[in-house]
C-alpha cells in the first residue's frame, strides 16, 4: 500500500519502551466508593505524545460509576487506567499526505490490545466472556464487559471511555475476544484519552497480598499494543 493508508501502521507497544516511575500515593478516584493505592508510569515519546499507565488497587470493597455504568469492585482489585495526550491521527511520525496545506486525517480512532494473563487454572483455554453473559447483554444491563481468568478471577472492560474531558458509550462489537488478547475499538479523539479496565484477581494468588500492586498487575496484563485504525 501507499499514501495515506500506509501511514496508519504506525503504531506503539511499550516491549521496549523504559517508562517514568511515581511513588505509590493514596488516591480518591471518581464515581468510586473506595480509595486506592496508585502507582503511576508515564513517557514522554519524541512525537509528542504522552503516555501514562496508572495502576490503582482498591482499598476495600466498593462501587464504580461511570456516566451510568454501575459495577461492584472487591478488595485488592486493580484498575489500570491507561492516559494518552497529544495523539495526531496523521499518521507515522505525524507527516501527513494532505494537499493545499491542510493535513489529512488518516485514521478513524484507535485500537487499544491488552494481551491478558489467564490464572493458571484456565490452562491454555482461550478467554471468554463470563457464562451466560454476552457482550450485548452486558451493556444492555449497565455493566462492563467480564472477561473471565479462572480461578475467581475476572478482567472487565467498562464500555465507557473520557475522551476530550466528555463521555462516550462504546459499541457492543467495539471489544472482541481472540485466544488470549482483548482488543477495544475507540474513536477519534482531539488531544485527550482516558480508559481503565479492572482486574480481579481471584483466587490465585490470595488478593490480600500486600504486593499484588507491584507484582500480579504486570503479571496480568503482558502487553498493550496501539494501532490507528
Not at 51 to 63: I, M, N, R, Y
Request: glycine share 10%; hydrophobic share 35%; net charge positive.
Amino acid at each position: 500500500m501507499s499514501g495515506p493508508n500506509n501511514e496508519k501502521k504506525h503504531k506503539k507497544d511499550f516491549q521496549t519502551t523504559t517508562f517514568g516511575k511515581k511513588p505509590a500515593a493514596n488516591v480518591v478516584k471518581n464515581g468510586t466508593r473506595p480509595g486506592f493505592q496508585k502507582q503511576e508510569m508515564n513517557k514522554d515519546f519524541s512525537d509528542g505524545v504522552n503516555v501514562t499507565f496508572e495502576w490503582l488497587q482498591a482499598e476495600q470493597d466498593g462501587f464504580i460509576e461511570q456516566d451510568g455504568e454501575n459495577d461492584t469492585i472487591k478488595a485488592g482489585s486493580l484498575k489500570l487506567t491507561l492516559k494518552i495526550q497529544g495523539w495526531k491521527f496523521c499518521g507515522k511520525d505525524r507527516v501527513c499526505n494532505g494537499t493545499g496545506g491542510s493535513p489529512a486525517v488518516v485514521s478513524n480512532g484507535l485500537k487499544v490490545c491488552f494481551d491478558v494473563k489467564p490464572r493458571k487454572s484456565k490452562g491454555t483455554a482461550a478467554l471468554s466472556r463470563v457464562s451466560g453473559r454476552t457482550a450485548s447483554q452486558s451493556r444492555g444491563m449497565n455493566k462492563p464487559d467480564k472477561i473471565d481468568l479462572g480461578s475467581n478471577g475476572a478482567c472487565k472492560f467498562s464500555f465507557k471511555a473520557l475522551l476530550d474531558d466528555n463521555w462516550v458509550t462504546l459499541g457492543t462489537n467495539d471489544i472482541t475476544i481472540a485466544n488470549k488478547t482483548v482488543c477495544v475499538k475507540f474513536p477519534r479523539f482531539n488531544s485527550t484519552f482516558e480508559y481503565d479496565p479492572t482486574l480481579e484477581l481471584g483466587d490465585e494468588p490470595d488478593s490480600s497480598s500486600a504486593n499484588i500492586l507491584a507484582a500480579n498487575a504486570i503479571a496480568a496484563i503482558l502487553l498493550v499494543v496501539i494501532t490507528m485504525l
